[in-house]
């Protein structure tokens, strides 16, 4: 948890992914299905790179599989990436 708090801010880079919401209100442990969402449905490379910085593979990965908010595509792809569980 204090790993997450010293690095919980989102990037500048990455703000647009999160334009519907303050940013600064954003809490890395309480919204993190919400983050992770938002970055594997709708980020690029860096804000992959920024994510799995941030949180572990298995919670990513976790995220994939119970997801309502992802899509089919998007869900496939993650799975292939972390794991190579491709469906």
Partial sequence: VNAIKRRAMIPDQLRPLFCDVDPYLLHFKRHQRYIMER???MGGLEAVTWLQ???PSRDI???CEYSKRLSERSI???KFWYSGNYE
């Fill in 53 to 55: 910085s941030i949180y």
């Fill in 76 to 78: 496939n792809f993650w």
């Fill in 39 to 41: 970055v594997l449905e």
């Fill in 61 to 63: 990965l976790d995220a």
